[in-house]
Nanobody, 124 residues
């Protein structure tokens, strides 16, 4: 059974940092794109970042470029999202997901497996 478990969310002041982790189990995802999405209250889920199977290519939502960094450790079957200079508008539930498509895919429907999410709250 495939399982993705996110951790690292929490409450942080604006300008602060958090590092999210997503541990995958049930199969090896080293050949797949992994991504992060988020959903704020009353809003649709949106793409945040993705990373190729090798880690050599990354793709970001424009509003997080320069502040967020996605990385992965295939030996640990884990993907990370380092979030710096956080803003109140970054407040959302963050989800990791796995896709067999290209790294540029931002549509959630192209991601086959999803975690349960972790809450990130940024206070002003």
């Amino acid at each position: 059974q495939v399982q993705l478990v996110e951790s690292g969310g929490g409450l942080v002041q604006a300008g602060g940092s958090l590092r999210l982790s997503c541990a995958a189990s049930g199969r090896t995802f080293s050949n797949y794109v992994m991504g992060w999405f988020r959903q704020a209250p009353g809003k649709e889920r949106e793409f945040v970042a993705s990373i190729s199977w090798s880690g050599g290519t990354t793709y970001y939502k424009n509003s997080v470029k320069g502040r967020f960094t996605i990385s992965r450790d295939n030996a640990k079957n884990t993907v990370y999202l380092q979030m710096n200079s956080l803003k109140p508008e970054d407040t959302a539930v963050y989800y990791c997901a796995v896709s067999a498509g290209p790294v540029q895919i931002t549509l959630g429907s192209m991601y086959a497996y999803w975690g349960q999410g972790t809450q990130v709250t940024v206070s002003s």
